[in-house]
């Protein structure tokens, strides 16, 4: 009897202390002046386990079961909605709960294709977003962090800044592309910007590749757009003529840094280029890609599908 009476006081202690943690972290606490603000999405079909684990991993709450106890303690699992919801990191489990069901926020989606550069970006974004302006876009998307943003499709609140969704970007960069050097974005930027389609993209790496092996210039187009801030599929010979470290016509090797920001596929081309006897391709009006060994074969390929 003395044992069970032992076992009996340590879980009502056991569960006062719980409960009353619970009853504390319920209601009780807020977030303090370090506060950080965090972006949680809910999706639609989204469990309270997933919403409870997304606020753990988001440094919202420390626990997911707690949250979930008081969830279905309240009653609120039916009521937690679907959508953007901004929260800070010691926000009590009212507080959130309440967030979750009334306090959805704004918010706009702005779509950013692969290989747009900082100033297309910018463009994009403020088509969507009129409250940041191009300063204020300058000051956040710094001429650096060209190549780094990610290009996809994002949600972001009404009042996001220019740093708001540059930080955004670039945390996706990190998390879809990963360690890669600046050489290599470097090459995919310019891959992006040159072909469409991921085999061509290999094919036109490997091209790339050969090049620089012997010491060959790129010649790239694309690397003289950036330069005129144009999109001519075919450059004017003045342009060739452009004195800047990007004119890969006039400067053999790579650009400085990277022209766009590419996507998936042209950074897994660089990756795994082909390997490949080409050292010249064109695209035709059509958008056909053909490939030649030499100077010869492409003058051909020139003057039978551009000329």
């Known amino acids: ?39 949680l999405i809910v999706e639609s079909g989204d469990s309270v386990s997933q919403i409870a684990d997304a606020l753990v991993d988001g440094g919202v709450i420390k626990s997911a079961w707690p949250f979930k106890v008081f969830v279905k303690m309240t009653g609120a699992s039916g009521q937690l909605q679907a959508g953007s919801f901004q929260l800070k990191t010691g926000m009590s489990y009212a507080a959130i709960v309440e967030a979750l069901t009334n306090g959805r926020a704004d918010e706009v989606t702005v779509t950013i294709p692969e290989g747009y550069t900082l100033v297309q970006i910018g463009e994009a974004v403020r088509a969507q977003l009129p409250g940041i302006t191009t300063e204020a876009w300058t000051a956040a998307a710094t001429p650096d962090l060209e190549g780094y943003l990610f290009p996809d499709t994002y949600r972001f609140f009404a009042d996001a800044t220019a740093q708001d969704v540059v930080s955004k970007m670039r945390a996706a960069f990190d998390e879809r592309v990963g360690e890669i050097s600046r050489e290599d974005l470097t090459l995919a930027s310019i891959v ?72 998936l596929n042209a950074i897994n081309a660089v990756r795994e280029p082909a390997d490949t006897p080409y050292y010249y391709f064109l695209t035709s009006p059509e958008g056909t890609v053909y490939y030649a060994r030499t100077f010869e074969e492409h003058q051909q390929n020139r003057v039978r599908y551009l000329d």
């Open 1 to 39: 009897m003395k044992i069970l009476a032992t076992i009996v006081a340590v879980l009502v202690i056991v569960s006062a202390v719980f409960f009353g943690g619970l009853v504390f972290d319920a209601y009780f606490i807020a977030p303090g002046p370090e506060a950080q603000e965090k972006i």
């Open 192 to 263: 992006e910007r040159e072909v469409r389609t991921p085999e061509e993209m290999k094919t036109v790496a490997g091209i790339f590749f050969n090049r620089l092996a012997i010491g060959m210039a790129l010649q790239a187009d694309s690397t003289v757009n950036y330069i005129t801030g144009g999109d001519d599929p075919s450059v004017s010979y003045e342009d060739l003529q452009i004195d800047s470290p990007y004119n890969t016509y006039k400067y053999p090797g790579l650009p400085p840094g990277p022209i766009s920001n590419p996507g």
